[in-house]
């Protein structure tokens, strides 16, 4: 199935299943899927008026909020979260270590339930090297992401809480240099992209404000060891 030619998510479901009920393994390093409505609408108003700078000399209009939490699964469909000690981001494509408010993310109903499901989500054969969630709440007003780059983690979540504006498509490349495009789609509310870092390089275009008041909150999840 070619992704790029099928951006709407109804088709994709469809697809999907259609290809399933066939007999055909679909391939879990791209998958798209609906989201919470409600989860989301309560996220932005536990969160959003906590939101602080982020890295300013590099993403000027950029805040954010984090939290990172050591996973366990034990088969019943919930994960076992405690949260680190540290939630600093060091070593990550640039900068030094970085230091954040820490959200309690977890005081949301039905967050976990997210979590979880993105979790079950990931092929078991490359669940067993996660160890760490890390999830930021991060908003943009124009610059989405600087250049073309890897997490250099296991598997990367998006999940779109609310979008004001146009633009900010993300790209999922083969390549450092963005000539093989695998994947585009703008997110829209609800959804939640996620995939496999290792086999992709990822972009999001600007955000083109409308107004004053444009604006792009994501949850970024990511998976890790
Ligand atoms: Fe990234």
Same mark, same amino acid.
């Given at each position: ?21 066939q007999g055909y393994t679909l391939s879990d390093e791209i998958l798209l899927l609906e ?25 000027? &209009?950029?805040? /954010?909020? =984090? @939290? !990172? ?6 088969? $019943? ?27 309690d993310f977890l005081s949301v109903a039905h967050f976990e339930n997210l979590l979880a ?18 999830? &930021?709440?991060? /908003?943009? =007003? @124009? !610059? ?6 890897? $997490? ?63 604006? =792009?909150? !994501? ?7």
């Open positions: 199935m070619n992704l790029e030619t099928c951006s709407d998510l109804p088709s994709i479901i469809s697809a999907r299943r259609e290809l399933t009920a989201g919470d409505r409600e989860l989301r609408k309560q996220c932005v108003v536990a969160f959003a008026g906590d939101l602080q700078a982020d890295y300013v000399t590099f993403h000027p &209009d950029r805040q /954010r909020l =984090r @939290n !990172v939490y050591e996973v366990g699964y034990s088969g $019943d469909g919930k994960l076992q979260l405690t949260e680190t000690d540290s939630i600093a981001i060091e070593n990550r494509n640039m900068g030094g270590k970085r230091e954040y408010k820490r959200a499901r993105l979790y079950l989500s990931i092929p078991e054969t490359d669940r067993s090297s996660i160890r760490l969630i890390e999830v &930021d709440y991060m /908003r943009t =007003r @124009n !610059v989405v992401t600087n250049t073309i780059h890897r $997490d250099f983690r296991d598997y990367v979540g998006i999940f779109c809480l609310q979008k004001h504006g146009q633009g900010a498509e993300t790209h999922l490349y083969l390549d450092l240099d963005g000539k093989e495009c695998a994947y585009k789609h703008v997110l829209s509310p609800g959804e939640v992209l996620l995939f496999r870092d290792e086999n992709f390089y990822h972009f999001t275009t600007d955000l083109e404000a409308e107004t004053e008041n444009s604006l =792009r909150d !994501v949850f970024i999840i990511i998976f890790g060891d």
